[in-house]
């Protein structure tokens, strides 16, 4: 089966060559780049351009900056309200966020398409993804769809090309470009702009994160007084928002500069297996970049791919079909599908 054949919005998302790096002489050159500038985007709205030269003469974005530097403190100072039970609280919250939530629905389900699900399971996923402080659906879809368009090339919003801290963290900081050019994002998100429900939770999407910070406040109190609830606060939202931050982020940096190549992509995506252990198998991403519908990220039985357990037991219940995965053979390498 032809990989492009597969991916359901073409003009946004280009898949990298899915080739064995032993099948080629080379792989592609890692030469800097510049990003460009605001009036290099397109005239006639069919792309965006984003990156570094046009974010940083807008300014620091002193909202996000503030909300950053909040939960990070925030994160800080959970350390000095440990208990288990809170532990607990924040892994099962951790799995729902950024497993299920940023890993299985924003990426391999909205942004690939790579299986299907009932629209409410849909829905109650995309609840879960707000919960990471990573946006609404449109602005997470759209961004990760312009990553594939111009990954590693002018135009990528967060290319380790332009800096390692860049692509971590600085893309986010500096500038408003993205939300200025609503209109011509537009077309990365034609199918959640139809969804009344995803256009709702684009807007609102900070709405379920303060209801869950408000709940998990009020259960430590009735469940253990005051000390109780800071320490639940801290340790279910503060401290459990920023490692999902970083996980995330790190496959954005990380596996862009550092760990193996199997396929030759135009872009530098590497698999790296401690990114993939913290971020729930989206570490394996230069698997990922050659074969980008297919919702297995680790090919080989060695590669440890959480998020793709997740959707083989929405398989096993009956929830999750038109599953696209790409199997590693010998012979010739392709994407099949399950039913």
Known sequence: MNIEATIPF?????????????????????????????????????????????????????????????FHVGAIAAFFFFSWQRLLVMLILHVLAINVGIGMC?????????????????????????????????????????????????????????????????????GNALHAQTEVLARYVPDLLKDRFHRWMSKFHWIPLVASGLLLFGIGWLTGGARNAVGMLLWGAFLRVTLGLHSTWLVNSATHLWGSRRFVTRDDSRNNWWVALL???????NNHHANPVSARHGLAWYEFDPNWYGIWLLKVVGLARKIRVFRLERSKPGVSQAS
């Open 10 to 70: 073409p003009e946004a998302i280009l898949p990298g060559v899915a080739t064995p790096i032993a099948e080629v002489a080379q792989s592609p050159t890692s030469e800097p780049i510049h990003s460009a500038s605001a009036s290099q985007t397109s005239s006639n709205s069919q792309i965006v351009l984003m990156g570094r030269a046009i974010s940083i003469p807008e300014g620091i974005n002193w909202l996000t900056l503030i909300v950053l530097v909040v």
């Open 106 to 174: 924003y990426h391999r389900l909205l942004t690939h398409r790579g299986y299907q699900v009932p629209k409410w399971l849909e829905y109650v996923m995309t609840v879960f993804s707000t919960l990471s402080l990573e946006g609404g659906p449109i602005f997470w879809v759209a961004t990760h769809r312009i990553h594939h368009q111009h990954s590693d090339q002018e135009g990528d919003p967060h290319t380790p090309r332009e800096g390692g801290w860049w692509a971590h963290t600085g893309w986010l900081i500096w």
């Open 279 to 285: 971020s729930g198998g989206e570490g394996w991403h």
